[in-house]
Structures are given as structure tokens and as C-alpha cells.
Nanobody
Framework: QVQLVESGGGLVRAGGSLTLSCVAS????????MAWFRQAPGKEREFVAT???????TIYSDLKGRFHISGDYAKNAVRLQMSDLSPEDTAVYYC??????????????????WGQGTQVTVSS
């Protein structure tokens, strides 16, 4: 069973930056897109950004401008660079992969592989 392994979470002060990384455990695994979602305490999981591998590009939520997604298809890896963080960005961040080509890419149901989540805490 393929696993998505996230890293890079932690505690950062408001205004700071953090980069999250995610890699699939099996080199042979192939997906159509990899994405980041986040879930703050007491809130539903929300879409952050996705990287579509066939050159279709990226999709962002309204966090675009502060968050940047990039990746390496050959390595099954994706990163999320976050800048100018605020306490409102505090959440568990999840990496996800779509191996079935959902075609929409922005909903949780579009993704069939998920990481365990990594905590990001932004202090004021």
C-alpha cells in the first residue's frame, strides 16, 4: 500500500515561512495530481493547492500569493512553500494524491491517497 509521507511542519511566528514536503513511499506509484489540504481545529478540511502532473498546471485556493506548490513527478514528491504566515494558517496539513484522474482536483473526494498530516502552528 502506497503511503504519502509528509514532513516540514512545526511552530513558526506570524510573518514567518515554512515549507512542507510530501513523498510517496513507492517509486513506481503514479498519480495524476498531488495536492495539499488543511484542517484547522473545529473546521472542515479545506483545499489549499494542487499540482497536476500532465502539464495542466496548478490550482490554488484564495491562499495563492502566499502559498506556492511545486513538485517532482519522477520522485513522486510535492512541496508547499508558505510565506507570511498568520495564526489563521494554524492547521494540520495533509498531502493527497489522485491516482484515478478525478478531473476536478479541488475536493477531498478527488483524492484516494492521503498522508498522515503534519501540524503547522503559527504563533502571534
Amino acid at each position: 500500500q502506497v503511503q504519502l509521507v509528509e514532513s516540514g511542519g512545526g511552530l513558526v511566528r506570524a510573518g514567518g515561512s515554512l515549507t512542507l514536503s510530501c513523498v510517496a513511499s513507492e517509486r513506481a506509484f503514479r498519480s495524476y495530481a498531488m495536492a495539499w489540504f488543511r484542517q484547522a481545529p473545529g473546521k472542515e478540511r479545506e483545499f489549499v493547492a494542487t499540482l497536476i502532473w500532465d502539464g495542466a498546471g496548478t490550482i490554488y485556493s484564495d491562499l495563492k500569493g502566499r502559498f506556492h506548490i511545486s513538485g517532482d513527478y519522477a520522485k513522486n514528491a510535492v512541496r508547499l512553500q508558505m510565506s507570511d504566515l498568520s495564526p489563521e494558517d494554524t492547521a494540520v496539513y495533509y498531502c493527497a494524491a489522485d491516482s484515478k484522474s478525478s478531473g476536478t482536483y479541488v475536493y477531498s473526494d478527488d483524492y484516494d491517497y492521503w498522508g498522515q498530516g503534519t501540524q503547522v502552528t503559527v504563533s502571534s
